[in-house]
């Protein structure tokens, strides 16, 4: 059973940055990417950023230059650097990991092609 366990959640004010963590562990599987999505409430999930292979980065537009993805050096773990935060940012902020069989060809952005999910985190950002 493949688990994906987020950490680093919190309350912050406007302005301020904290840092996402995610780690894959459990069964046997491969990761094509790692992304982070995030839901606030009343809304649906969206998509924030995704560690692609080769080192490329893809983030939505809401997040650009603010939110920075990167992998750790266990393979299987992700990082979300978020800095300068907005009170539109306030969400519970999920990881995902996308199997290898579906490869490139539907883009980081679709919740639907992700395979495993993280229970979520928190975040709160008080203007």
């Known amino acids: 059973q493949v688990q994906l366990v987020e950490s680093g959640g919190g309350l912050v004010q406007a302005g301020d940055s904290l840092r996402l963590f995610c780690a894959a562990s459990?069964?046997?599987?491969?990761?094509?990417?790692m992304g982070w999505f995030r839901q606030a409430p009343g809304s649906e999930r969206d998509f924030v950023a995704a560690s692609w292979p080769g080192g490329r980065t893809i983030y939505a537009d809401s997040v650009k230059g603010r939110f920075t993805i990167s992998r750790g050096n266990a393979k299987n773990t992700v990082y979300l650097q978020m800095n300068s935060l907005k009170s539109e940012d306030t969400a519970v902020y999920y990881c995902a990991v996308r199997a290898p069989y579906r490869g490139s060809s539907a883009g980081p952005s679709n919740s639907y092609e992700y395979d495993y999910w993280g229970q979520g985190t928190q975040v709160t950002v008080s203007s």
């Open positions: 459990g069964g046997t599987f491969s990761i094509y990417a």
